[in-house]
């Protein structure tokens, strides 16, 4: 009887497979976000979870695509799991500061003046306009 018992119960228990690892991790995941969502709201905070969405490129198919912040991205058309951050822009991409924009103005129209383009007169108008004066 016993024999019997612990046939059936064998039949009907299945092997750990990979996708039900892949299922309880993003259960956990899940719970984690809203764990962390109901602390914030109790404690009167802005939640932690970031629902904003960035224009990414693919490293790998080089496909455009519009994605949250996290790890493990997935391309939908190569396959390829990426890690998307916020990152501060670099020098190069930064907007001009007035400063910068000053200078460079200032040097056109000295380079203008040495050529002849501007007079004098012209060129002590153009320089009290750029610096505010």
């Not at 490129?57 to 496909?63: G, N, Q, S, T, V």
């Not at 990152?87 to 000053?102: C, E, H, I, N, V």
């Not at 007169?121 to 004066?133: D, M, N, R, W």
Request: charged fraction near 30%; include cysteine.
């Amino acid at each position: 009887m016993m024999g019997l018992l612990l046939r059936g119960l064998a039949k009907e228990l299945k092997p750990y497979t990979k996708d039900d690892r892949r299922r309880d991790f993003q259960k956990q995941q899940w719970r984690r976000r809203v764990d962390a969502q109901m602390k914030a709201a109790r404690s009167g905070q802005p939640p932690a979870v970031s629902s904003h969405k960035f224009n990414v490129i693919c490293p790998k198919c080089r496909a455009a695509l519009i994605s949250p912040l996290g790890d493990n991205i997935k391309c939908p058309q190569c396959g390829f799991r990426m890690r998307v951050y916020q990152t501060t822009p670099s020098p190069a991409l930064r907007a001009p500061s007035p400063s910068d924009s000053t200078a460079s103005e200032l040097e056109r129209l000295a380079k203008l003046r040495k050529s002849g383009g501007l007079t004098d007169e012209e060129f002590a108008a153009a320089k009290a306009k750029v610096l505010g004066t």
